[in-house]
């Protein structure tokens, strides 16, 4: 059974950073595809990163690109979202998601939710002066 387990949230002033870490365990296959999404209370999760199960290929929300960083450390089974320069806006649970998939380029797709069966519990994230 692959479980996933966010961790690194928390609360920030504007402009300030925060790495989110993503461990997984139960892998079944050396390949999986890892995306971030993150969920304000009323909406629906919103897609932030997404990154290939050899770490070769990374994708981004518009909202994040420039400011956010996901990279995968495969030895540790952990994925990581480096935030910066970080917004009142990106305040929400921050979960990460995993799919099997062997493919090396992530299309925009993989920024969708509906394309990931394992989800973790998610993290809280809160940019406030």
């Known amino acids: 059974q692959l479980q996933l387990v966010e961790s690194g949230g928390g609360s920030v002033q504007p402009g300030g950073s925060l790495r989110l870490s993503c461990a997984a365990s139960g892998l079944t296959s050396d390949y999986h595809a890892i995306g971030w999404f993150r969920q304000v209370p009323g909406k629906g999760r919103q897609g932030v990163s997404a990154i290939s199960g050899s770490g070769g290929s990374t994708n981004y929300a518009a909202s994040v690109k420039g400011r956010f960083s996901i990279s995968r450390d495969i030895a540790k089974n952990t994925v990581y979202l480096q935030m910066n320069n970080l917004k009142p806006e990106d305040t929400a649970v921050y979960y990460c998601?995993?799919?099997?998939?062997?493919?090396?380029?992530?299309?925009?797709?993989?920024?969708?939710?509906?394309?990931?069966?394992?989800w973790g519990q998610g993290t809280q994230v809160t940019v406030s002066s």
């Open positions: 998601a995993a799919e099997p998939w062997s493919g090396t380029v992530v299309a925009d797709l993989f920024l969708r939710a509906d394309e990931y069966r394992y």
